[in-house]
């Protein structure tokens, strides 16, 4: 069965003008893929991972993510399969500004209810995983655009998701920076089998 699972998914924005986003997209994702979403801003790609991510709504079709749409679960049930199943980047990082590397990235684990013994522990291997280790009590604020990306990375794969959405994670950073994050993505996929999601304007 296909992890991700689209069927003539269409996507409206109303807001006093109708504004057609989505027209009859249809696709499948299997567990171990590496997809690419590409294509210039505006054509609608943050659109459709939000809709994949559960932060959003179809307004047509259906969306299988495991075989289950939004509808059949809670509010409470969708923010722990955000949690756990799914791992979100973001082109701004967003990570907390007063905060250092490993509270950071032991975030997620606190809302996955993981006991504190373990959070350190788990946490510590994600960041050494993104090379991140010398960091490990520096603020946010005090690194570079390329280590916030692979901090988000790291606090992304803490709790194993199933899958990784990551929007244009290169696009606030130079490209040696850029190419780090890339090549992290890419031994992910390759060595782990992490299924990623990349959305990029790049061609
Ligand atoms: P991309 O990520 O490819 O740059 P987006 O999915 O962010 O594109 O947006 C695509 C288009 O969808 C926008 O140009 C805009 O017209 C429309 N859109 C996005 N979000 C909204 C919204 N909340 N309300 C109305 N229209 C929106
Ligand atoms: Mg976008």
Redesign the pocket.
């Known amino acids: 069965m296909a992890l991700i699972s689209v069927k003539n998914l269409e996507k409206t924005?109303y807001?006093g003008v109708q504004?057609p986003?989505l027209k009859d997209i249809s696709f499948e994702i299997k567990q171990g893929e590496f997809t690419a979403i590409m294509?210039p801003?505006?054509?609608?790609?943050?659109?459709l991972l939000h809709i994949l991510g559960f932060l959003d709504r179809q307004t047509k079709g259906q969306y299988f993510f495991d075989g289950k749409t939004i509808d059949d679960y809670s509010p409470k049930e969708i923010a722990r399969l955000r949690n756990k199943k799914m791992g979100f980047i973001f082109q701004s990082f967003n990570l907390l500004a007063r905060t250092t590397v490993l509270e950071n990235v032991k975030l997620p684990l606190l809302y996955a209810g993981v006991k504190e013994s373990l959070r350190n522990k788990m946490a510590q291997k994600a960041i050494e995983a993104v090379g991140l280790l010398p960091r490990l009590h520096h603020e946010s604020s005090q690194l570079s655009g390329g280590e916030k990306q692979r901090v988000a990375i790291a606090r992304a794969l803490i709790n194993k998701p199933n899958i990784i959405f990551a929007d244009e994670p290169t696009g606030n950073l130079d490209s040696a920076s850029g190419q780090i994050v890339m090549d992290i993505f890419e031994r992910l996929n390759k060595e782990e089998g992490q299924t990623i999601i990349l959305i990029t304007h790049e061609t």
């Open positions: 924005y807001d504004t986003a294509g801003s505006g054509s609608v790609k943050s659109t």
